[in-house]
Structure formats: C-alpha cells, structure tokens
C-alpha cells in the first residue's frame, strides 16, 4: 500500500513560476519517520513497488524559444533524452539500456520541460548512471541533431500537413488564438525555425535553463530513501542561475466568428474550433467548468453530449468532444496524460472528420448545441449523472505510479495542495460543486459568439462562400432516420451563422507552419 | 514454482487447467475455469487503487468474416454491441455505464473482438450483470443498425487519411490469396459502404460467434475471486451454446515472390514493406520462438541493421519489423520508412544481406542473453495496472483459449539457442514466402 502524505505550504494559486520554488513538500516514507523538507522535490514511494520511476522537471518549454529559433525547446530536450553523452555514444547508451528494457524519453509543451524514466529496481545502478549522465553531460553531437532535426521536419511536412487532417486542425486552432504570443508556435518550431537552428544555439539553450535552480526532482515507486538526496546531490553540478521568468500570453480579443480554411485535397472536413478562457486547475471554477465540459464533450466518451447529437443519433463521424484544458494527442490517448500544465487554457471542440458535404451541418449543428447550454445551462439530472460518471471515470486518468507523480508535479505547477493525490483531490471538489455553480461558470466563461474556427477541407472557397451566405445545408442520410431527428434536422440546417467575409482566411495546406 | 491448483468451488463448474509447469513467468496468481456452457472464466486478483479491468474477449475477428460481400462485420459488430437490448436499451445501457463511471471501450483484429470496461470495483456485480445481458440478449432494429454503419464508414474514412493504412490494406491484398487475412479489419470498403443493407446478415453473423464456447471472461484486479466466481456462475450460465465455427478457407502454399507497389494520395516518404508468410501461434515450437527473436535480432532496435540505417546513415526515418501472432499463419514484415527514393535498393539489399547472415552466422550468445534479459524485464514492468496485465494477456487468450500457453510460451523463448536461429531463418525467411510492397506519395 502507499504510505505517504505530503504537506505543502503554498497557501493560494498564484501562478508565477517563481512562486514553485517556495512549495516545499514533507514527506514521509514507510515507517512514518519524517523527512528534511525539501522545495524541489516530489516522492512519491510505494513500498512493494517492484519499478522506479522519474520525472525531472525543467521550467522551460516552447514558449521561452527565441524569435527565429522555434523548436528550440524541444530539440534541446529530444537531444538529452535520445542522443550521446560525454560518457557514451547514443548507440552504446541503447546498448545498455536494452537488456533491462528501460529507458528515458522528454516531453516539451509550452511551459515545461520533463524527462521521464522507469527501471526496475534490480538494475537502478545502471539505469540511475545513464539518466543522469543524459542530464548533466549531454554531446549534442552533430549526427544526433540530424538526425532529430530531420525528424521534426518530416513531422510538419510529411505527416502533420498530409497524413493526420485531426490534429492538423487542433494545432491550427491553436496557432490561431494565439497569433502574436509566445503560444503561438508548434512545439517543434516550423520548418524554416528548424532549419535556423544551430548546435552552439542549442548549447547556449541548455546552459541557460537546464539549471539546478530551475530543476524539480520527482521520483515515485519502491525506492530506497536515500535516493533523493544522492540525486539532488549528484544533479546539483548543474549551474545555480535562475532563468528569467515570462509572463503568460495574453490574447487578442476574437471578434465574432474568425476562420481559417485549410486548403486540401482530402474526402474528409476536420473541424476544431474555441476561444481562450480564464480558468486554470486547482480553481473553484475549474472544478464546475470541469463539470460541463464532461457533460458537453468528455474526450473519447459516449456520454459526450455533442457525440450522442453527432455521432450517436446521425452516424456523422467518428466522435465529438470538447475540452478546458490542453489534451494533447487526443487520437491515441483516451485520457489526458500528465505534465503539460499551461497558464493559459482554451475552450476547445473537436469534431473528428466528416463527409465534405456535412461540414456545414456539422458545424452548426455543434455550435446550436452549444448555444443552447451557454443559454439554458445544465439541467439538475444531467449534472448529477455527470458527478457520478466522473467520480469514478477519475480512477482511471492516473492508474500507474509514474502518471501519479506526472499529477502531483502539475500540482506544484497550479499551486494546487492535493497532499500527493490530486485525483482524490479532483473527486472530492467534484462532488461538492452545486447546478447554481456549474451554470454560473458556464455563463461567466463560456459563450458561442466570439470563436476562431480552423477547419481542413477540400474546395474551400465553396465552404467560404456557404457561411457567408447562410446557405441552407441540409443533410442527405443513406438510411433513414427517425422522426424527431428529421425534425430537429430542419432547425439545425438554416441555423444562422453571423460570419463576415473578412474573417475567413483560407491557406493552402503547404503553407502551414512554413515561418 | 508450481501452479496453483486451480478450484472448483460451485456446482457447474469444471477444473479447466491442472497442469504443472518448470518455469513460471507470469508472476500473478490466476485461476481458470470453465462453466458448463463453454464459457472460459480466468480470475487474476491483483492490488489496484479500487479499480479492475473486466474484459470479454470474443475470439472472432476479421479472420472469421469468410463470406464475400461481408467482410468488416467483426468490426461493425464491435460497434452494434453498444446498442443495448429489450432489458436495457441503448440509451439505458449507455446512463448506468455512465453513471458508474465506466472507461468503457472495445476493438477489433484480425484474430479477436474485445470488449473492455475499467470499472470501480464495487460495480463488480451491476457490470456483470449488463455485460452478460448485451452478450446474450443484443437487440437493435434495422435504423440503429443503419446509423451505426455511418459511423463505421467515418472510421474508415478517418484511417484512410494514414498512409500507413493504404500500405496495410494492399499488402493484405497481394500476401493472400485465399485466406481472410487478406482483407484488413475494417473490411474492403465496397462492404462496408454496402453494410445498411445487411441487417438480416448481422442477426446471424451475432447468433453464429457471440456464444459462451468462443467467448473468455477475464477480470483483473481488486476483487475477491469466491465472489466473483459466484457472480459469473449467476449471471453467464443462462448464454445458451450454439457456436458454428467459421469455415476459413486454408492459404495456398506461396511459392513465389510477389511484388507491388501502391501510390497514396497526399505527401508521405517512401515506405518499403518485405513481408514472409509466418507460421500459425503454437507456444511449444521453437522455430517460431526463434523466428521471433531473430526479428527482433536483426530489425529491432537494438539491431546492427537498425543502428545502421537510422542512427548512422540516417537513410530511414523509422525502421522496424512485425511479428504477427495468429491462429492461421500471418505476416512477419520488416518495414522501412526511407527519406530518399533513390536508397530503396540499398535497403532492400541490406536487409536481404542482413538475412543471409542470420542465416549462415551463429548470433552472439551474449547478445542473445541480453535480449532473453529484455524480454524478461519488458514483461515484468508491464503488468502494473489491471488494464495492463489484461491487455498482455488478451491475444494469447485469443489464439489458445486461455493463458497457460504464456508460460509455456516463455519457457520456449528462454530455451531457443543460437543454432535454432539459424534454423529459423533459413525456414521461413526465404524469397519465394515474400510478398514486397512499396508505398509512395504524391
């Protein structure tokens, strides 16, 4: 069984950076005898754990990337996990890594940097010498950065612009919203970014922010205690300076209905479309905002309203969901995983791919729904059947140890004091939120009339040219449908859409992500 | 260590599994049992925060779909089996999954269909109660079924965006001739858009594979197992038998090298696919033990060829190799992502080279051992979830019916030696099994 609890100190949400260094963890391991407090560690040790697990944080993502040198973040991290070191070449670390089938992997979002890992305890030794050699004394060798480098570019070019028109869109969205702030870019630069960047560009990175005071240490599993203390120990060779901090992007206000038409020769419509909102984890609101959004659109659930409406009653497509937070790569997980905690979030609906001639429907179709809930708020039943579902659904976003700790680090991120278990924590807040709570935040933080939209399609000039006009859409099924469907189809198919021509932009899709 | 004497502890059970094995890899206790309807129950009670995995795994997939005209209904039935029944309709089964919270899902291979719900464990007994229900009960009239295959032909769609998935849909085409394997799971798409039409065909297609003696109920973590087993024998004993297997008609030997190429529509590199015509599962042969092992050796990632091509010359932008586990033999299939199409011969030629040396060089013993001690430790880190551990065991389910060829299967492994890799080689990775594809974009 776990045996711990943590203390925190941190009394509020204040959200700077600077404020992480203050939070200061107690803990408390198998025979209850207490630990020194330590401000850049988070334990969370399990007896009979049979693996350990690490997670080492770095305050730095994307958005601390120079002008011109987007990527930067990413490349730096992809090089310290998948790249020599002073001591061996990458090949040589794959060596030793293989027999004991461990290994180390980075995951860069805007705001953080964290490289993971996960051994089994009887080869910790040499598992523990390899990852902090990839942390301390990175080659940056040239073939390694080729390498990677050449990754990231087939990435835009090959796959993100032809071969995945979902998450094209979501990052298009994303790219929209945030036009002009430091969350504009993909994590992985553009292309002519990518290209731009140097090895001395990624040196002069590393030394700036893979700093000892930028560092928190997670470790979680069946460790001995004497473990974080050798790791801070051995990790504090790395410089003692403090990053500058920056502040958190702020927005352009959105005007009406803003689109970005991706130009494509593709079968399919891939629609995402939101609009920024102030609420971060760990805040009242969060928790009733949490609440609708389940109810709205759970990611991968069909108790997703929007998919019951879509998917369920008209065979549209494959899903409909809708989010508060961040979920990346929402195609291959079916819930969120850890560490890409932001400061700034946004309300984001994901239509998964629809014939060409439903993207009119569909897209009204979703925007009436959520106009009727932004109006009429969430019904008592509704939102007891969505406490019920989410209450143990919970259970099931942090089932490993390793994804524990990845929550309890996002909660020194949000400020949040969830005594090491922010899922019990999650429960507990769902429970007590009441309909009054749930329907004032939607009223407060959602709205259906200022939105960016990014859609993929296929004759785009067509699709510009049917929002403007409010062009009827009606839908053509090849099986029928019932009654009430029919019906409700009527109102769906002229439901006015208010969009000005100048707020749609269309782009070829080789353009995208070009600068 | 021994294995634990499995129990009979209620009246319509029988002892499915007593034997002893030397070597004991798969570190959780279990027990099997068998109800008298055929249905094949495995318990594997581990600590997990509350939670258990409740997995029903119905051993039909694409493989069985042997009509012409009907290929993709193992698929589509995976989706039809949400649709709920008199008892509890759609709409009901979907609020009480709902309302407990459920991580309810499933999917379809070529070898199985599994449905699969992460639930708290105290909703032992209410999902029991549905799951046993919609298996045995599924009721949908033609318009649900009707809306249910636009949903399907938008999966299609969704995946035809993947060049990866045109590669997979031309290379099943040309490897088989005969064989259902030749279509992949989501079934030829002048089918699946035919589907509204095959209502009557999906009633029979439902009555024909979803009975107890092709279905195994596996549950994984917190839970007591006399309860469990108590709850099974209440709810699953009234599924009547009526299985009729599928008649698959059997491959024709391959004796020549085929060849193709497919062009895909969008901008992708060049992906080639060299594929051989494996051997169908069996726990106890070596050769196949060693046949995988070799491809691990030789296109894994730790190998001299992967090394090569990926981390040296950087000629690939991905390079590995799949080792089909099937009932009936499948492919074994070395694929390479290449960044320049003028490299396509190099990498054919390397990877022939690289497969006559397997086949005249004994492997290092020591780099043998290394991968015996991967294999090992790969599986160990992963059983620490329930939804792991079901997930490891969900395809030996499949193609054995239960989990006591794992063991064995493993014993095999650690037993294969270097000469027994040279044997492998020589048998199954020969030009005239091959089947060799290349992907290209626009």
């Not at chain 1, 009204?364 to 009727?372: D, H, P, T």
Request: aromatic letters at 12%; glycine letters at 6%.
């Amino acid at each position: 069984m776990r045996n711990k609890r943590f203390v925190n100190f941190a009394s509020n949400g204040t959200s700077s950076f600077l404020i992480l260094y203050l939070f200061i963890s107690i803990l408390i391991i198998g025979c209850g005898k207490m630990e020194k407090p330590k401000d850049n560690l988070v334990l969370l040790p399990i007896e009979d754990d049979q693996t350990i697990s690490f997670k080492l944080w770095f305050k730095v993502g994307s958005q601390n990337d120079p002008k011109g040198k987007e990527g930067i973040a990413a490349l730096t991290a992809d090089l310290i996990a998948e790249g020599s070191t002073q001591t061996n070449s990458y090949e040589t670390i794959l060596d030793k890594l293989y027999p004991i089938a461990a290994g180390y992997d980075a995951k860069v979002d805007k705001e953080m940097t964290v490289i993971s890992g996960r051994t089994h305890k009887d080869n910790l030794n040499e598992y523990y010498t390899l990852l902090t050699d990839a942390i301390l004394k990175p080659a940056f060798k040239q073939e390694d950065f080729d390498r990677i480098k050449s990754n990231y570019l087939n990435y835009i070019e090959k796959q993100l612009r032809y071969a995945s028109d979902e998450e094209l869109g979501k990052a298009a969205l994303y790219g929209s919203i945030f036009e002009g702030t430091t969350y504009n870019h993909l994590t992985v630069g553009s292309v002519e970014s990518i290209k731009s960047i140097t090895i001395d560009d990624i040196k002069k990175f590393y030394k700036q922010y893979y700093t000892n005071k930028n560092l928190l240490i997670g470790i979680s599993g069946g460790f001995e205690k004497t473990l974080p203390e050798k790791m801070e120990k051995d990790l504090s060779s790395l410089p003692d300076t403090i990053p500058q901090q920056i502040d958190k992007p702020k927005t352009a206000p959105i005007s009406g209905y803003n689109f970005l038409l991706i130009e494509k020769p593709c079968d399919a419509t891939a629609i995402s479309f939101g609009f920024p909102i102030n609420v971060m984890r760990g805040q009242d609101d969060f928790f009733a905002l949490t609440l609708f959004n389940s109810w709205f659109g759970e990611h991968r659930n069909s108790s997703s309203h929007l998919y019951q409406v879509i998917r369920e009653l008209r065979g549209m497509n494959y899903g409909d969901y809708s989010y508060i937070e961040t979920f990346l790569h929402g195609g291959y997980y079916n819930v969120p995983d850890p560490n890409n905690a932001r400061r700034q979030q946004i309300f984001e609906v994901w239509l998964r791919p629809v014939k060409n001639e439903n993207r009119h429907f569909v897209l009204r179709a979703a925007l009436r729904e959520l106009k009727n809930v932004v109006d009429n708020g969430m019904k008592k039943e509704e939102l007891e059947l969505t406490k019920k579902f989410l209450n143990k659904y919970a259970l099931n976003f942090a089932t490993t140890n390793i994804k524990r700790l990845g929550y309890a680090i996002d909660s020194k991120f949000y400020g949040i004091d969830s005594q090491g278990d922010y899922i019990e924590l999650f429960r507990r807040k769902i429970n007590e939120v009441t309909l009054e709570q749930v329907n004032a935040a939607i009223k407060k933080h959602i709205q259906y009339k200022n939105i960016k939209f990014a859609v993929v399609t296929r004759d785009a000039e067509q699709y510009k040219k049917d929002l403007i006009a409010n062009t009827p859409s009606p839908i053509i099924y090849a099986t029928p449908k019932s009654d009430a469907v029919m019906a409700e189809d009527k109102l769906i198919e002229s439901f006015p859409l208010d969009i000005k021509p100048d707020n749609i932009k269309i782009v070829q899709v080789e353009e995208m992500f070009q600068k | 260590m021994l294995k634990k004497l499995f129990i009979i502890f209620a009246i319509g059970m029988t002892v499915m599994n007593t034997q002893a094995f030397s070597q004991k890899f798969f570190p959780l206790e279990s027990k099997t049992f068998m109800l008298k309807n055929g249905l094949t129950v495995i318990l594997v009670p581990m600590k997990s925060h509350s939670l258990l995995s409740y997995y029903t795994v119905v051993r039909t997939g694409s493989r069985d779909e042997y009509e012409p005209g009907h290929t993709g209904f193992a698929h589509f039935f995976e989706h039809m089996m949400f649709r709920g029944t008199k008892k509890y309709p759609g709409n009901v089964y979907d609020k009480l999954v709902t309302e407990m919270g459920a991580n309810a899902n499933a999917y379809t291979t070529d070898d199985l269909t599994c449905y699969h719900l992460s639930i708290a464990s105290e909703d032992l007994e209410k999902t029991m109660e549905l799951e046993s229900d919609r298996f045995r009960n599924l009721f949908y009239q033609e318009r649900e079924f009707q809306t249910e295959s636009g949903a399907v032909y938008g999966e299609y769609r969704k995946s035809k965006t993947s060049p990866e998935f045109w590669l997979e849909e031309k290379l099943a085409g040309l490897a088989f001739a005969e064989h259902t394997y030749k279509h992949t799971t989501m079934g030829f798409e002048e089918d699946i858009a035919a589907m509204p039409k095959m209502y009557d065909y999906s009633r029979s297609f439902f009555s024909r594979y979803y009975r107890p003696e092709n279905a195994v109920l596996l549950i994984v973590g917190d839970f007591r197992q006399d309860e469990a087993m108590r709850l099974v024998e209440k709810y699953y004993s009234p599924w009547q038998r009526g299985y009729v297997p599928p008649q698959i008609p059997k491959e024709p030997e391959q004796t020549r090298e085929k060849s193709g190429t497919v062009k895909y529509p969008g901008k992708t590199l060049p992906i080639l696919a060299i594929s051989y015509k494996g051997a169908s599962f069996d726990p106890n042969d070596k050769l196949i033990a060693a046949a995988s092992l070799f491809c691990e050796m030789a296109f894994g990632e730790n190998s001299d060829l992967y090394k090569k091509l990926y981390l040296q010359e950087q000629k690939v932008q991905e390079f590995g190799y799949d080792f089909g586990m099937n009932r009936d033999p499948g492919l074994w299939s070395i694929y390479s992502k290449i960044k320049k199409i003028d490299d396509l011969g190099y990498i054919r030629t390397e990877i022939d080279r690289t497969i006559k040396e397997f086949q005249t060089n004994p492997v290092s013993q020591t780099k043998l051992d290394n991968l015996k001690k991967r294999k090992k430790y790969e599986f160990l880190m992963n059983l620490d979830t329930p939804e792991k551990v079901a997930g490891k065991l969900t395809r030996i389910i499949a193609m054995t019916g239960g989990i006591a060829a794992l063991d064995k299967h493993f014993s095999t492994i650690m037993n294969v030696n270097p000469q027994d890799i040279i044997e492998a080689a020589k048998k199954y990775f020969v030009p005239e099994k091959r089947t060799v594809l290349t992907l290209t974009g626009e």
